[in-house]
């Protein structure tokens, strides 16, 4: 006796309505994070980010000025959002809004450092030793680098007469600036032995001093704001291989760093 075949199982026409549910849902969830963000408190995202990158970044990054991070308002919030993804995405440390490279934080603090660079290089934009002297922003503020070729001669401390002209319109500005000011004597690697100067150490530091003096005695500073120091050859921006390297190597600078910087005290400043 043949059995029965059992009857064939109705297919179910229906079952795309299950992963149809499932993917509004997940659509749903993906909506309702991007309305979230968007509407997030600008302070406690700028604390998550912080929270965040902290521990993606294994540098130590928040106890670096250049790396101190700003969240504009609710409006800009979903927009630094993205930086930071796109940051992680790229494995690279957010960059501040409104920096880049040495330069410090955008803002108040960079608005203002761009300003004193503008303004003294239009104070030296038609003297004649507009070209020994050079004016960058770096991480820790505007340095003014003038060049021994145009203010001093060889193995001497004090400006050249001629210079003090210069030194002159730059030290009324600096004086006007509620900035500390920190003057930083450098000098190329050759060895330097006389009966004044037993090393680059002793010239450098000099250096730094007669101008501090200066400020001081002639333009009336207030000499709590500004401190002096000599490093030799220690810090060079340049090689010492070449003459042009070592010509750039020998300056003094006078460095103007942003008012926020953690301490008033010119001493402080590296």
Known sequence: MKRKKPPEEHENLERWLVS??????????????????????????????LSMQAAFDPTGFASSQSSR??????????????????????????????????????????????????????????????????????????????????????????VRRESLKLLDKIAVYLRKLP?????????????????????????STARAAGIVTYLVETHKFNARKLAAAGYGEHRPVASNDTAEGRARNRRVDIVIPALSTKSSDPDNLD
């Open 179 to 203: 900035n500390p000011i920190r003057v930083t004597g450098h000098s190329d690697d050759r060895k330097i032995r006389t009966r004044r100067f037993p090393s680059n150490w002793e010239l």
């Open 69 to 158: 991070l700003s969240v504009a308002g609710s409006g800009g919030s979903a927009a630094y959002n993205a930086s930071f993804i796109q940051s992680m995405m790229n494995k690279n440390p957010i960059k501040p809004a409104g920096g880049s490279g040495d330069k410090p934080d955008g803002g108040g603090d960079g608005d203002q450092l761009a300003r004193i660079k503008e303004d003294i290089s239009n104070l030296i934009l038609d003297d004649a030793l507009k070209d020994k002297v050079q004016i960058v922003i770096k991480s820790r503020g505007v340095v003014v680098s003038l060049a021994e070729a145009g203010f001093f001669d060889s193995g001497e401390h004090r």
């Open 20 to 49: 149809y549910a499932d993917f509004i849902t997940l659509l749903f969830a993906f909506f309702t994070t991007l309305y979230a963000i968007s509407t997030v408190d600008a302070k406690k995202m700028g604390r998550l980010v």
